[in-house]
């Protein structure tokens, strides 16, 4: 069997990478998925859609996403829960409320609609969080969330229909590279021969490079999260704060999901949970949202953050291995760059190059030169 | 002028009727009186197919014996008089009461027939006497009869023949049966019987018994409780029924005032039923021209009513017309003593040896069938595993296949060389115990008689053991219709090594409000469609369709919706992913998180 384009990873980036190179005529691809698709990082994320990030590419990339989701239901074709009902982020600490002032000017400059509020503000705006300790908030109103699982299946389905395969519960087990270039994939179902192989593997991405011979400098860590009985609507925007970790919003389910990182986790994979989190959040979150304290945790899972050395991703064509791309790093924020990232990718295999988004920047390479790092993470 | 008849037979059941027949064959003039609307005696109640051999009418449904032997007596100008009763057999006449008309007169009669059969026994429990609590004969009445169903949930007292009989035919007719309890600890009736509602799904309870009706103005529920070894209930095993139906199928007794009446000697034999009158191998009762047959005589079934019927009739009409007939009585007599001989005669045999008379037992088969056939071969798996006196599966094999040794009591056998698969005897067999098998390469099908509303072929059905308990799923095959005997043929494509556990199926309902995830309220529809559209693992379907992301955790419907994907998918549960089984177990407060961390000690 023979595929033009085959993509490792059946979470959100290698859908949209696949549903892209279909949308722009290449149909003769293949996604292969270990377990079920979402069921990586993707399936365990909080699903915010954010703009507000410190660096100039990630708020361009960011923005160039959200474009798309707001067309994702009738381009793609699947009702993904989207709402763009805004992030609110919130500084405790001057230091912070400077940098958040210093990202807001260069995020307007990139065209980004954003709006810095007091703690006043916020408090009459939100009557229902706590502002004790806050200096500054500052919101975007075109930031939002959507329900990644859909997104995931509706990139997945949309790409079905124009051919492409989708082979779950399949995993890659052997990359077979012939004088730097790849010439197929030894699956547990067969052999698959291609001309492009993308590493779209998450929390895998690293493995998945050494199998053909490509160092990734990328760890995965456990990220926790949890989410609550739904409560009635109220509650539109996505909350989150740097210093205080942590991301909370509800779903128009009407379930807040909310997470927090964990400086101690060790790197590797890990799908277990901690009790310890469950009282760190709930002591954090009732205090800043009162609200919380008679609500009951329905379910508690983790995830992998796969985390790059800057914390933003890794993008781009391997030198070592020609026909080799990859699409990994994430370190918490794959889902909402998603289709600005499988558009890019879906570029560059066809094109030669991205068109729509520069991305240059986001190649491996860039760590030779040193590193910048993106704040702008939980 | 008092009327005189040659011959009077008091009932229009198997028994009077036969006896009727065998006097108007000879050119005795007779005259039948029933209380009944319809000639046939319970036969007209009776929805199933009968037992014993084909020249009485085995596997034909009660009614359609009641209405040949009717036609049959009516063509021999045998007169009837419905809806009269016998008020009474005096010294100077016999008493008829024509109900319609309003009518009493006398009238005489050369010889008599007694042929009222039996009724129903009783017991006595705490509220008996709130509506709602039913004979079994007066169910099959209004059910089969009447076609009116006098009730929604019925607990059925007694796992006799009439018990397990009542119970299949209320099942047919749409309602619910609870339970049968039985005091015993064993099932009375057939196992053939038993083995039709159980694969239903109805459970028998032995060693149980009803203690108490609930309700105050009508059955509203049942008290059944365990007995000890003296059949008294013991304290502390009571368990409540939700039922609106009780229904006693305790057993029944000898309808014997009329003979008494006559003047017949009156005995009490427990093995008979109760009070009996003391009749000879010729059917003749210690008055010289008063006759009994039937369950009058001893309680028993339709075929040997039948017989006794054409005996007692055939030596009325030699008295009557001095014709010789022996040749004919003791065709009846031989064809008696063959049904006699097995295990379910025995009480009959040790009650009629205190009269005197002596039924030889034994000389069937007993031994079972130890090979299954052939794998691979279309064929019939006959699960008949007690001495019943019944034969049709023999006589109605068009190539001889399958024989029951000798005596209708025997043991049916299939010579394998000879069976074709037909399915002949699937249709005829009135235990629908015969099935047919045939393993195939990926998959074994299973023909099933089948009496209720039909599936269509292609549709998916959940798979029954002979217990009722689901094995698995499988689809339909093909329906063969049989329109005459109305026993049809369901081949089920089954998994393959449940040849010998499917043994009846349940259709899986398609109906659009069937909620499986109760905490998210996903139906069953919705997890179909989303398979349709491709998403098969469980884990998907959570996340399409938010099925288990409830308070739950997916306790209701993990499980179920497995099913659903294995039916959709012809993957076995074991083969599919469980999904994930994620913290906290049951929903957990933010409260109790912070108070939980406040406190010290355990």
Redesign the interface.
């Known amino acids: 069997m023979k595929y033009k384009v085959c993509i490792i990873g059946g979470g959100i980036i290698g859908t949209a990478i696949a549903y892209f190179l279909g949308k722009m005529g290449e149909t003769s691809v293949a996604v292969f998925e270990k377990r ?4 990586g990082a993707t ?1 365990r994320c909080g699903g915010g859609i954010r703009q507000q990030w410190s660096t100039e590419a990630n708020v361009r990339l960011a923005m160039r996403s959200v474009q798309f989701f707001e067309r994702f239901k009738e381009e793609v074709g699947m009702d993904i829960e989207y709402r763009q009902g805004g992030y609110l982020l919130l500084s405790y600490s001057e230091e912070e409320a400077q940098q958040f002032e210093k990202n807001v000017k260069m995020q307007r400059e990139q065209g980004l609609e954003v709006e810095i509020l007091s703690p006043k503000m916020v408090k009459e705006k939100y009557p229902y969080i706590n502002t004790e300790g806050v200096v500054l908030a500052t919101f975007c109103p075109t930031d939002g969330h959507a329900n990644p ?2 997104a995931t ?1 509706g990139y997945a ?1 949309a790409a ?1 229909k124009m051919g492409i395969e989708i082979y ?1 519960h399949t995993e890659v087990n052997e990359i077979d590279v012939e004088n730097g270039k790849v010439k197929g994939i030894q699956t547990s179902k067969g052999y698959f021969e291609c001309d492009v192989l993308v590493n779209a593997a998450g929390a895998w991405s690293r493995e998945v490079g050494k199998m053909a011979g490509v160092e990734l400098p990328t760890e995965s860590y456990r990220h926790q999260i949890f ?1 609550t ?1 739904p409560l009635k609507y109220f509650f539109p925007f996505m909350a989150i704060s740097f210093s205080k970790n942590f991301y909370i919003r509800q779903a128009l ?1 009407g379930q807040f999901i909310m997470g927090q990182g964990d400086k101690d986790e060790k790197p590797g994979i890990n799908e277990n ?1 901690t009790f310890k989190f ?2 760190e959040m ?2 954090k ?2 205090k800043i949202f009162p609200f ?10 983790s995830g992998e953050y796969n985390m790059s050395p800057d914390a933003q991703p890794i993008l781009g064509k391997s030198n070592e291995v020609e026909n080799f791309y990859y699409a990994v790093g994430f370190s918490g924020h794959g889902f909402m760059l998603a289709p600005a990232v499988g558009e890019a990718i879906a570029e560059m295999i066809l094109l030669g190059k991205p068109v729509h988004s520069d991305i240059s920047y986001l190649d491996k390479d860039r760590f030779k030169k040193g590193i910048v790092q993106e704040k702008n993470v939980v | 002028m008092v009327k005189k008849v040659q011959a009077l037979v008091i009932g229009a059941g198997p028994a009077g009727l036969c006896g009727s027949i065998a006097m108007a064959e000879s050119g005795v003039e007779v005259l039948v009186v029933d209380e009944g609307i319809k000639p046939g005696g319970q036969l007209p109640k009776q929805t199933h197919k009968f037992f014993g051999h084909e020249g009485f009418f085995a596997s034909i449904r009660g009614f359609e014996i009641g209405d040949k032997l009717y036609k049959r007596a009516i063509d021999l100008k045998v007169k009837f008089k419905m809806k009269t009763t016998v008020s009474g057999i005096y010294e100077d006449g016999i008493v008829l009461y024509d109900r319609d008309k309003e009518e009493a007169y006398d009238i005489k009669a050369d010889f008599i027939l007694i042929a009222t059969g039996a009724s129903e026994r009783f017991i006595s429990f705490k509220k008996n006497y709130l509506p709602g609590v039913y004979g079994a004969g007066a169910v099959q009445t209004l059910m089969n009869q009447y076609r009116v169903l006098p009730g929604k949930d019925f607990l059925i007292v007694g796992a006799g023949n009439i018990g397990l009989i009542v119970a299949y035919q209320l099942l047919q007719a749409g309602a619910n049966v609870k339970a049968i309890v039985e005091a015993s600890d064993k099932v009375g009736g057939y196992l053939v019987h038993a083995n039709k509602v159980k694969k239903m799904g109805v459970p028998i309870l032995l060693r149980h018994t009803i203690v108490e009706a609930i309700g105050e103005d009508k059955v509203r529920g049942a008290v059944i409780s365990e007995v000890d070894e003296k059949f008294r209930p013991i304290k502390g095993t009571e368990k409540e029924l939700v039922v609106d139906n009780i229904c006693l199928a305790v057993g029944l007794q000898p309808s014997v005032e009329l003979a008494a009446q006559a003047r017949a000697k009156i005995e009490y034999i427990p093995e008979l039923g109760g009070y009996v009158p003391y009749r000879d191998e010729n059917m003749k009762t210690s008055v010289d021209n008063v006759y009994i047959a039937g369950d009058i005589a001893s309680i028993e079934e339709a075929s040997t009513a039948m017989i006794e019927g054409y005996i007692a009739g055939y030596n009325i009409a030699q008295k009557v017309t001095g014709k010789d007939l022996s040749e004919k009585i003791e065709k009846m007599k031989i064809e008696l003593e063959e049904f006699r001989r097995g295990p379910f005669s025995l009480k009959v045999r040790r009650g009629l040896k205190k009269f005197g008379i002596n039924y030889p037992e034994g000389g069937y088969r007993t031994e079972q069938q130890k090979d299954d056939g052939p794998a691979g071969k279309l064929r019939v798996k006959i699960e008949c595993p007690q001495n019943i006196p019944c034969n049709p599966c023999e006589t109605s094999c068009p190539t001889g296949a399958i024989s029951v040794g000798g005596n209708i009591n025997g043991i049916p056998h299939v010579n394998y060389d000879k069976c074709i698969g037909c399915g002949v005897c699937v249709m005829k067999c009135p235990g629908l115990a015969i099935f047919l098998i045939q393993e195939q390469e990926k998959h074994s099908i299973v023909g099933i008689p089948y009496e209720f509303e039909l599936p269509e072929a292609q549709e998916r059905v959940l798979l029954l053991n002979k217990n009722g308990e689901i094995v698995g799923e499988g689809e339909v095959e093909k329906v063969v219709k049989n329109n005459k005997g109305k026993t049809h043929i369901v081949f089920l494509k089954i998994p393959k090594g449940l040849e010998n556990e499917v043994r009846h199926f349940s259709k899986i309902k398609l109906e659009d409000d069937e909620i499986v995830c109760r905490c998210e309220e996903i139906t069953k529809s919705q997890i179909e469609e989303a398979i349709n ?3 098969t ?1 469980f ?2 379907l959570r ?2 369709l ?1 099925i288990s ?3 739950c ?1 997916g306790r209701v419907c993990r499980l179920q919706t497995l099913s659903i994907i294995s039916m959709k998918t012809g993957i076995p549960i074991s083969e599919l ?1 469980s999904g ?1 089984f ?3 177990s049951i ?5 109790a ?2 108070r939980g ?1 406040e406190k010290d000690e355990i």
Do not use: C, Q
């Open positions: 079920y698709l979402s069921s399936g699982h859909k299946f389905k079905e779950t989410v009985e389910h949970v469950e009282k709930a002591k979150m009732t919380l304290e008679n609500v009951r945790i329905l379910r508690h899972w | 559209e491709g998403f693992d884990e998907e996340r399409y938010r992301m409830g308070p955790g992913e994930r994620r913290p906290p929903p957990i407060s933010f409260k998180i912070i961390d």
